[in-house]
Every structure is written in structure tokens, then in C-alpha cells.
């Protein structure tokens, strides 16, 4: 994936920014710091904020180690508490001393030395090309549409060399999409816990879902809405702040007005209340 560089008049701005031109959240995507605003008299920022940023690569959740608790017996109302009173006092009658009377090992607050035996957890870890990551994706919609025995088929659309869209098209889809498509981006979010666990190294590319046309009907109706606040902006003079809205549907109307002559956007706010502000030029 490629990185795009941005500037701000600060930091956060220039981060915000990077996420609209990308089109996701925060979540998915990762940052680099290139140069940071100096203060100068009186606190003043002097200069301007730059970062690098790229949609993050899919990476599998960190696996965790689980203890087994099975060892201790567990009895009503301090059944493990009678439990091992009972075990000190077999030990103390066998002439065994308590762990309490025995001599402590010396502890130390060093570090553990890592020798040579020892291999990083993703040692053995195996990227996968946006081919195999779009695959592990179709794979789980197909059977999710099979769980829910719905008419429908899985489809594939190449957006671009680093972007597919797995579509489900079908009659009656709108258990899958959701009041304001929250379940459509909820199967979003599944799909890449799906692909976390298939997955050792990273997905390349990025996987995103359309359910219905959904996504396409509300791309083009921002697209529309867009470029009519824009023309009354433009027969104005007078700037207009659009309502709170995601990253992606940002991106889109970014996209949109920035096509339209006399006019030009900017974002202001911070998410999730970060909005689209189209100004006249």
C-alpha cells in the first residue's frame, strides 16, 4: 500500500487530513511523524506539521497464552481455602517446612537475557497477496449467506491494484445491511477478525464489502448531494458545513467538490464529530 504525505498546521491536523485522502478511520491506518511545528515567542506555532500515511496491513490479533486453573479444588465457601490448610498441615506433620520458613531465592530486577534459542513469536509468520486475502473474505460471506439461506451470490469487483469489493448480491439483503448500513459495517469489521486468524503475517491490500449495492447507491447520493451544496456555496460566497460523517463518506465528498470550479473543502472537528466544510475560493 502506499504512503501519501500530508501537511497540517499541526499534527493532529495533518493526521485528520491523511485519513481523508485515505478514506478509512484511524484504526486502520498507521502514521509516520516526518516533522513536527516548532513554538516559538509567546508559544506561537511556527512551521508546519508533516506525516507520512498508508491503510495499515492486515496483522494477525497477538495470540495469548492461557493458564490452566484446574489444580485447585474449589468447595463451598472456601473450599480451596480449607483445601490448602489441610495440604500445610500434612506437610508440617511429615516434618516439611511451610514455603514461608523455607530460604527465598534472591531476586533481581534484570532483564531476561535472550539467547540465540530464542525466536520471535512471528518467526514462522506468512504474508499473503490481495488475492488470498480477497479469497479468505469470499470464502466467509459464502458462508454466512448459506448460515442465513438467503438468495444471494458473492461477487468480486477490482477497485484498484491495492482495493477489491466483495459484493452479495441477492433479493432481501437488508438484514445485512442495517439501520444506516451499521450491520453492513459490522460484517466489515467480522471479516477482518476472519482474516486475523487465517492469516500468520500480513494481508496485503485492502478488502472492503458492498451488500446490495448499498454502499455504491450511497456513494453516488453524496456524490449528488455534494455537488449541489457546492454550486449554492459557489453562488453564495458563503462557506457551509456539512454534517458529522465517516472518514470514508468524507473522502467522497472531498472528491466530488474538488471537481466542481470555484469552490474547494477542508475538514474541521475530531471524530467521531469531524465534518466536511465546502468554502468558496
Same mark, same amino acid.
Given at each position: 500500500?502506499?504512503?501519501?504525505?500530508?501537511?497540517?498546521?499541526?499534527?493532529?491536523?495533518?493526521?485528520?487530513?491523511?485519513?481523508?485522502?485515505?478514506?478509512?478511520?484511524?484504526?486502520?491506518?498507521?502514521?509516520? &511523524?516526518?516533522? %513536527?511545528?516548532?513554538? @516559538? /515567542?509567546?508559544?506561537?506555532?511556527?512551521? =508546519? #506539521? !508533516? +506525516?507520512?500515511?498508508?491503510?495499515?496491513?492486515?496483522?494477525?490479533?497477538?495470540?495469548?497464552?492461557?493458564?490452566?486453573?484446574?489444580?485447585?479444588?474449589?468447595?463451598?465457601?472456601?473450599?480451596?481455602?480449607?483445601?490448602?490448610?489441610?495440604?500445610?498441615?500434612?506437610?508440617?506433620?511429615?516434618?516439611?517446612?511451610?514455603?514461608?520458613?523455607?530460604?527465598?531465592?534472591?531476586?533481581?530486577?534484570?532483564?531476561?537475557?535472550?539467547?540465540?534459542?530464542?525466536?520471535?513469536?512471528?518467526?514462522?509468520?506468512?504474508?499473503?497477496?490481495?488475492?488470498?486475502?480477497?479469497? &479468505?473474505?469470499? %470464502?466467509?460471506?459464502? @458462508? /454466512?449467506?448459506?448460515?442465513?439461506?438467503? =438468495? #444471494? !451470490? +458473492?461477487?468480486?469487483?477490482?477497485?484498484?491494484?491495492?482495493?477489491?469489493?466483495?459484493?452479495?448480491?441477492?433479493?432481501?439483503?437488508?438484514?445485512?445491511?442495517?439501520?444506516?448500513?451499521?450491520?453492513?459495517?459490522?460484517?466489515?469489521?467480522?471479516?477482518?477478525?476472519?482474516?486475523?486468524?487465517?492469516?500468520?503475517?500480513?494481508?496485503?491490500?485492502?478488502?472492503?464489502?458492498?451488500?446490495?449495492?448499498?454502499?455504491?447507491?450511497?456513494?453516488?447520493?453524496?456524490?449528488?448531494?455534494?455537488?449541489?451544496?457546492?454550486?449554492?456555496?459557489?453562488?453564495?460566497?458563503?462557506?457551509?458545513?456539512?454534517?458529522?460523517? @465517516?472518514?470514508?463518506?468524507?473522502?467522497?465528498?472531498?472528491?466530488? +467538490?474538488?471537481?466542481?470550479?470555484?469552490?474547494?473543502?477542508?475538514?474541521?472537528?475530531?471524530?467521531?464529530?469531524?465534518?466536511?466544510?465546502?468554502?468558496?475560493?
Amino acid at each position: 500500500m502506499e504512503w501519501v504525505e500530508i501537511t497540517g498546521r499541526t499534527v493532529e491536523e495533518a493526521k485528520d487530513a491523511a485519513l481523508d485522502q485515505l478514506g478509512v478511520d484511524v484504526d486502520d491506518a498507521e502514521f509516520e &511523524i516526518l516533522e %513536527e511545528p516548532t513554538r @516559538g /515567542l509567546f508559544g506561537k506555532l511556527k512551521g =508546519e #506539521a !508533516r +506525516v507520512r500515511a498508508r491503510i495499515r496491513p492486515t496483522r494477525p490479533r497477538p495470540k495469548t497464552r492461557r493458564t490452566n486453573n484446574n489444580n485447585t479444588r474449589r468447595g463451598p465457601k472456601g473450599g480451596a481455602r480449607e483445601g490448602n490448610r489441610e495440604e500445610k498441615q500434612g506437610n508440617e506433620a511429615k516434618g516439611n517446612k511451610p514455603r514461608s520458613d523455607r530460604p527465598q531465592r534472591a531476586r533481581t530486577n534484570q532483564p531476561k537475557e535472550t539467547t540465540a534459542k530464542e525466536t520471535p513469536m512471528n518467526a514462522d509468520a506468512v504474508d499473503v497477496d490481495l488475492t488470498e486475502h480477497t479469497r &479468505i473474505v469470499t %470464502e466467509f460471506l459464502d @458462508g /454466512l449467506v448459506d448460515a442465513f439461506e438467503l =438468495e #444471494a !451470490r +458473492v461477487e468480486v469487483a477490482s477497485i484498484d491494484d491495492d482495493t477489491n469489493e466483495v459484493r452479495i448480491e441477492g433479493r432481501e439483503l437488508g438484514l445485512l445491511v442495517g439501520q444506516k448500513g451499521y450491520t453492513l459495517n459490522a460484517l466489515q469489521e467480522l471479516s477482518r477478525t476472519v482474516v486475523h486468524r487465517k492469516v500468520s503475517g500480513n494481508a496485503e491490500g485492502r478488502v472492503r464489502l458492498d451488500v446490495g449495492g448499498y454502499r455504491q447507491r450511497r456513494r453516488e447520493a453524496l456524490e449528488r448531494f455534494a455537488r449541489q451544496v457546492a454550486e449554492e456555496v459557489r453562488s453564495s460566497g458563503v462557506q457551509k458545513a456539512l454534517e458529522p460523517m @465517516g472518514s470514508a463518506d468524507r473522502k467522497i465528498v472531498h472528491d466530488a +467538490v474538488n471537481e466542481c470550479e470555484g469552490v474547494s473543502t477542508i475538514s474541521e472537528g475530531d471524530e467521531p464529530r469531524r465534518r466536511v466544510v465546502i468554502v468558496p475560493d
